[in-house]
T-cell receptor, first 111, second 111 residues
């Protein structure tokens, strides 16, 4: 069966510090992968998606970036965090009519 | 673009039935998802409606009317553990990267 791992679960980072969140998927090959952010009181916002190694599409302009160095690995990064980057970050993959399967999420607080 | 509306909050009594509505405007409709999200956790898949009508899965049912741009999630025999946010998400033609999530309906089940 397919599983998706995301870490860390919580993170408190100072403004201006770098960020690296990692997501890995097991039990499937060549998955479509996504990074979402959920800010307080707001819906899920798609940040990046990837259909294959090295293929990244960005949905919103921001100071975040994403990379897919391996088929089942998706990384979200930032060189310098802003206060507005705080939120709940979710990695997901999609398959057919089963919608998204989400990772457990990372609660990021920028202080 | 897409627009999704659902009530922000609802309260219902344990053992009762509750209906959570979702209206949407979209071009090129492909399907509608419902997700359940407990506080601090990732969303989990509940249902996916493509055709008009009611689909039942145990205590949960989901209804879709494409001509009216309308869906609802029906929860029967409410349990305390059903207290969560329920997210409506619309998938237009063009792939999962175009899925739009509603802000979610926070349901509180009271004794």
């Amino acid at each position: 069966s397919q599983t998706i791992h995301q870490w860390p679960a919580t993170l408190v980072q100072p403004v201006g510090s770098p960020l690296s969140l990692e997501c890995t998927v097991e039990g499937t090959s060549n998955p479509n992968l996504y990074w979402y952010r959920q800010a307080a009181g707001r819906g899920l916002q798609l940040l990046f998606y990837s259909v294959g190694i090295g293929q990244i599409s960005s949905e919103v302009p921001q100071n975040l970036s994403a990379s897919r160095p391996q088929d089942r690995q998706f990384i979200l990064s930032s060189k310098k965090l802003l206060l507005s980057d705080s939120g709940f970050y979710l990695c997901a993959w999609s398959e057919g009519n089963y919608g998204y399967t989400f990772g457990s999420g990372t609660r990021l607080t920028v202080v | 673009g897409q627009n999704i509306d659902q009530p922000t909050e609802m309260t219902a009594t344990e053992g009762a039935i509750v209906q959570i509505n979702c209206t949407y405007q979209t071009s090129g409709f492909n399907g509608l998802f419902w997700y359940q999200q407990h506080a601090g956790e990732a969303p989990t898949f509940l249902s996916y409606n493509v055709l008009d009508g009611l689909e039942e899965k145990g205590r949960f049912s989901s209804f879709l009317s494409r001509s009216k741009g309308y869906s609802y999630l029906l929860l029967k025999e409410l349990q305390m553990k059903d207290s969560a946010s329920y997210l409506c998400a619309v998938k237009p033609t063009g792939g999962y990267q175009k899925v739009t999530f509603g802000i979610g309906t926070k349901l509180q089940v009271i004794p």
